[in-house]
């Protein structure tokens, strides 16, 4: 469990708004490609790992976990010296007043999201969720100064460390998809490849939350036979219907949709269910949000299932889910890699 807090907590550090990621996919690729047989970002930023079978011609699984991150760009520098930003994947703006703020400019740059305080709000405002277009960061730099450090289109995260909780929960920005990355990689860095029954390609994409198009890309590129798409889902808890969640604590899910693969989907249950392995199932009948949807069509398609982590208080900066969940989707994955003719 502390390893994987420890890689978690390290990925979660990772700048990687989307359109963002290509030099922490560098990084990444840099600093676990040794546990591999080969590590590279392509041109569009995806992050990929390889680790070969033993066996000759064995069939080809990608399994797909995105790297980006919901988040903010500069869109001007107002003439006394505030930053307007603009949104980058669906955040939750309900967060934003008197939010702290990072800006990656020349340097990173510290600042804070104006707000107004609540004795001059009225009743109205003070319901209404905030819209963009109204937000602004002050960062106590003029303009002058801003300018010879900060570009339209430099990336804004809002400030959210990597913190642990109690009965092994951890909360973070950006755990939506490192969570899953990090199942991903744990589940392969050690693997025994005499005991592989795939060449195993980890891709780690980008451009998740920003329409999808680097696991369309990559996945046309490596041509899998099969591919397993991992992404966070939404957790249960107040507000959030039983259909539409899985339980924090209760195992990785599993998706049941139209637009998996039946057979491989039952296959992964009967895995798990065999190897003792805690997991639930989670109904998406024609949607699963995820990357699934343009893997499964690449080349000329691909056997696809979806698994996922739950998540509570998505695209937030306290992002949050249990260790426990994290390393039963690892445990799936493991199980899968060694079983042949899926």
Same mark, same amino acid.
């Given at each position: 469990m502390e390893k994987t807090k420890e890689i978690l907590k390290d990925l979660?550090?990772?700048?990687?708004?989307?359109?963002?990621?290509?030099a922490s996919a560098n990084a990444l690729a840099e600093k676990y490609g040794g546990y591999f #047989?080969?590590?590279? &970002? %392509?041109?569009f930023g995806n992050c990929v790992f390889v680790k070969k079978s033993e066996l000759e011609n064995a069939p080809r699984l990608l399994v797909d976990a995105h790297f #980006?991150? &919901?988040?903010m760009l500069v869109s001007s520098i107002e003439e006394d010296g505030f930053l307007h930003i603009s949104g980058v994947g669906g955040l939750d703006t309900r967060i934003f007043p008197a939010a702290e703020v990072t800006v990656y400019g020349k340097k990173e740059i510290y600042g804070v999201i104006a707000s107004t305080p609540p004795h001059?709000?009225?009743?109205?405002?003070?319901?209404?969720?905030?819209?963009?277009d109204n937000i602004?960061? %002050?960062?106590?730099?003029?303009k002058e100064e801003l300018s010879a450090l900060v570009r339209v289109g430099d990336p804004v995260r809002l400030k959210g460390d990597?913190?642990?909780?109690?009965?092994?929960? &951890?909360?973070?920005?950006?755990? %939506? %998809?490192?969570?899953?990355?990090?199942?991903?990689?744990?589940?392969l860095m050690n693997s025994d490849k005499s005991k592989l029954a795939y060449d195993i390609y980890l891709t780690v994409s980008a451009q998740e939350e920003t329409g999808r198009c680097g696991a369309s890309f990559v996945a046309t590129d490596i041509k899998p036979d099969l591919a397993v798409i991992i992404d966070v889902n939404f957790a249960r808890c107040e507000n959030v219907t039983e259909f539409e969640s899985i339980e924090c604590g209760g195992g990785a899910g599993i998706d049941i949709s139209a637009l998996t693969n039946r057979r491989f989907t039952k296959a992964i249950m009967k895995i798990a269910e065999q190897n003792g392995i805690e997991y639930q199932t989670i109904c998406e009948p024609d949607s699963t949000g995820t990357n699934n949807e343009l893997v499964m069509i690449s080349g000329t398609g691909v056997r696809t299932a979806v698994m996922s982590i739950p998540l509570m208080a998505m695209h937030t900066t306290s992002e949050a889910v249990c260790i426990k969940d994290v390393e039963s989707l690892a445990d799936i994955l493991r199980a899968i890699y060694v079983t042949k003719g899926l």
């Open positions: 979660c550090s990772a700048v990687s708004v989307s359109g963002h990621e290509h #047989d080969n590590a590279y &970002v %392509d041109k #980006d991150e &919901v988040g001059l709000q009225s009743e109205k405002s003070s319901k209404a969720t905030p819209k963009m602004i960061i %002050d960062t106590g730099y003029t990597f913190k642990e909780l109690a009965n092994g929960y &951890v909360l973070s920005r950006a755990l %939506d %998809d490192k969570a899953c990355v990090c199942a991903a990689l744990i589940s």
